[in-house]
């Protein structure tokens, strides 16, 4: 009989738990085969108790399984026995003092004492059915002794526990971190996919706007601007350039502060002053940018000689690096939020003729997102993704029909059916695509170019 038992168990593990020797489940842990068991190893080679049977399965999760010892005095030592009816199916009768847990990947780190902590938004329990269903972001970071790491929510380590800030992840900005090395901080710029460090430098991180473009002060004190992979040297006044485009070669700069200072800077700082009174509201995009240029009327006298007011009107228009009107824009009269144009060349602003309206054009001033007679608001929630919403104390039914994520060609990125069942949606990053999700449920799956690839409904 016991001979039977021993070839049951050795059928089990090969057909439901089969493992190689060693299997590598991320940089800081593995699980090792031994001669009646398994046991699971950290990077310096310490290892857990063992366990009968391990299962690795999908979320980051990890299934246990201990058989206790046949003894009775021996088999008091352990816990309830579980529901084996599932485990008979694969070709081995388990004894009712069987124990079986399921860990996932970080919670058994935790206990074998690799890493202190974990952090995921919203929620910070890493259920298999949270992670299924989108409930907890794709990215977290990860704690041993005031150090951090990166993680997925599947326990996949992708930076060294290193670094000496929390990860925080924001759909619109870059993931900026420092470490110390031999005595002296070192300051990346990474990559929230893969964790690759894009830039490394020990120089102040003043403007980061991709890896081919950024600006540092280094320890000197001197402003290097990388631009298209070419360093410049570059005055302070760089520092308030707070977006660029590659495409350009003017460049717009606000100081905020009393009294407001604006202008318009070539790549190597200078100044150029327009002859007009033209004041930039927005960075240049392919040679285009907003601005509103102040026309004064001339001067004219009363009867005695005495100089009359003089009337002053404000216009709003689109113009070319040489300063040339492109368009007139008398439909807007002001932005939402930061008055930049995104990677699309495109902006969200306010209608002049409706109040608390907002809609979105682009660099030529064509509309993306057209103005309507209700109030709205529009938010840039990922480059290329707008989400708008009804504003209105009494909302409408036709107010609502603009209610929707958008993407930047303008299309309607939730249906009708999705919209009746649920208005709570909200926008999800995701490693390999993107969601529109409702209580954490993924109602409409989107790819990195925001289209469409399915909905629920």
């Known amino acids: 009989m016991k001979n039977i038992l021993y070839l049951a168990i050795f059928f089990f593990s090969f057909l439901c738990f089969a493992q190689n020797d060693n ?33 690795l399965k999908d979320n980051g999760f990890i299934e246990t ?40 990947v970080l919670e058994m780190m935790k206990e074998l004492k690799i890493i202190d902590d974990y952090n995921f938004m919203p929620l910070d329990d890493l259920t298999w059915a949270n992670i299924r269903d989108g409930k907890i972001d794709d990215f977290g970071s990860v704690s041993k002794d ?62 980061y706007w991709d890896s081919e473009n950024y600006l540092v002060k280094n320890q000197k004190g001197k402003y290097i601007l990388t631009y298209q992979a070419n360093k410049h040297k570059v005055p302070e006044i760089w520092k308030y350039v707070k977006s660029l485009s590659v495409e350009s070669s ?28 033209i004041i930039p509201l927005t960075n ?12 004064t009327e001339d001067q004219k006298y009363d009867y005695y000689g005495k100089a009359l007011p003089q009337k002053r009107t404000t216009v709003w228009k689109i113009i070319n690096e040489q300063f040339e009107t492109v368009k007139l824009l008398p439909e807007i009269n002001g932005f939402w939020h930061d008055p930049y144009f995104n990677k699309y060349g495109q902006v969200i602003v306010e209608n ?34 707008y989400e708008v919403v009804d504003y209105g104390y009494l909302r409408t039914n036709e107010s609502q029909q603009q209610e929707n994520f958008y993407n930047q060609k303008g299309e309607k990125l939730a ?23 409702s209580n954490g449920f993924k109602m409409v799956t989107l790819n990195k170019e925001n289209n469409v690839i399915n909905s629920y409904y």
């Open 23 to 55: 299997t590598q489940i991320n940089r800081y842990l593995a699980l090792k085969k031994m001669e009646k068991g398994y046991v699971f190893v950290n990077n310096k080679g310490i290892q857990s108790n063992e366990y009968t049977y391990v299962h």
């Open 65 to 104: 399984i201990i058989i206790p010892p046949t003894d009775p005095d021996e088999t008091k030592r352990f816990q309830t026995p579980i529901d084996t009816a599932r485990y008979e199916k694969c070709g081995y009768p388990f004894k009712d003092n069987s124990i079986r847990k399921d860990y996932h």
């Open 146 to 207: 005031g150090k951090y790491a990166m993680v997925t929510n599947k326990g996949e380590f992708l930076t060294d526990l290193k670094y000496n800030n929390h990860f925080y992840f924001d759909n619109n900005k870059p993931i900026l971190n420092n470490y110390t090395e031999k005595g002296k901080l070192v300051t990346v710029v990474l990559d929230k996919f893969s964790g690759k460090e894009l830039l490394v430098t020990q120089d102040s991180i003043v403007r």
């Open 250 to 277: 003017l460049f717009t700069y606000q100081i905020v502060k009393t009294p407001f200072e604006y202008g318009f800077i070539t790549l190597e700082g200078k100044e150029v002053e327009p002859e007009k009174e």
């Open 284 to 295: 240049f995009y392919n040679g285009h940018c907003i601005a509103i240029e102040t026309i």
């Open 352 to 385: 002049s003729e409706v109040s608390s309206n907002f809609f979105v054009i682009d660099f030529n001033g064509n509309h993306i997102i057209p103005p309507s007679i209700f109030p709205n608001r529009i938010h840039n929630v990922y480059p290329g993704i």
């Open 415 to 437: 249906n009708q059916e999705t919209l009746r069942i649920t208005r709570d949606l909200e926008f999800k990053e995701g490693i390999q695509e993107n969601y529109l999700v």
